[in-house]
């Protein structure tokens, strides 16, 4: 079984430039989630997706940041314009019906 | 407010000691609690988890943990530890919306 697919990898920007990353999550898995992981610190969960409709969003800046689900199956999330406290591992999780959550490997942005 | 803290940034353990790494939650029911290892440069994998039932939890690579609901805690245990644990762990709390909140991590460094 194929894992949670994201890229780029690696993105280097400069602030007030804008940047898309991508998620493909494994086959099946209906809720897909974006995590915003700061250096030193735990994932902190920026959106929550059940199928192509949002279950939380709550701590998505939603004035420089959006995500979308188009299909119910990949997503992308984007951010614009880029702030230096965005610098962080951007990692993609997708979860089945057994609450299980299964993690890409992440992209790192550094913004400079 | 709902949250998960694990009270130590870094631990060091000789190869073949005992491993315990503490968990504390904060949660308005008994949560699904889950423990994760990240490796550098990597995404998050799942070690084990607690829904409900027995208070002892099996895991992979050797761990497990025990959900303590008088002291709200999930501490991860491995009675031996090897050179290739060394990475950093996180316990995180959800419910039943699957949206996790983790902990900041414990960093594990392995003495040879």
């Known amino acids: 079984e194929a894992g949670v697919a994201q890229s780029p990898r690696y993105k280097i920007i400069e602030k007030r430039q804008s940047v898309a990353f991508w998620c493909n999550p494994i086959?099946?898995?209906?809720?897909l989630y974006w995590y915003q992981q700061i250096l030193g610190q735990g994932p902190k969960l920026l959106i929550q997706f059940q199928n192509n409709g949002v279950v939380d969003d709550s701590q998505l800046p939603k004035d420089r940041f959006s995500a979308e689900r188009l299909k119910g199956v990949d997503s992308t999330l984007k951010i614009q314009p880029a702030k230096l406290e965005d610098s962080a591992v951007y990692l993609c999780a997708s979860s089945g019906h057994n609450y299980e959550q299964y993690f890409g490997p992440g992209t790192r942005l550094t913004v400079t | 407010a709902q949250s998960v803290t694990q009270p130590d940034i870094h631990i060091t353990v000789s190869e073949g000691a005992s491993l315990e790494l503490r968990c504390n939650y904060s949660y308005g029911a008994t949560p699904y609690l889950f423990w994760y290892v990240q490796s550098p440069g990597q995404g998050l994998q799942l070690l084990l988890k607690?829904?409900?039932?027995?208070?002892l939890v099996q895991g992979i690579k050797g761990f497990e943990a025990e959900f303590k609901r008088s002291q709200s805690s999930f501490n991860l245990r491995k009675p031996s530890v090897h050179w290739s644990d060394a990475a950093e762990y996180f316990c995180a709390a959800g419910g039943s919306q699957g949206n996790l909140i983790f902990g900041k991590g414990t960093k594990l460094s392995v003495k040879p």
């Open positions: 607690y829904f409900s039932g027995d208070t």
């Open positions: 086959s099946g898995h209906a809720t």
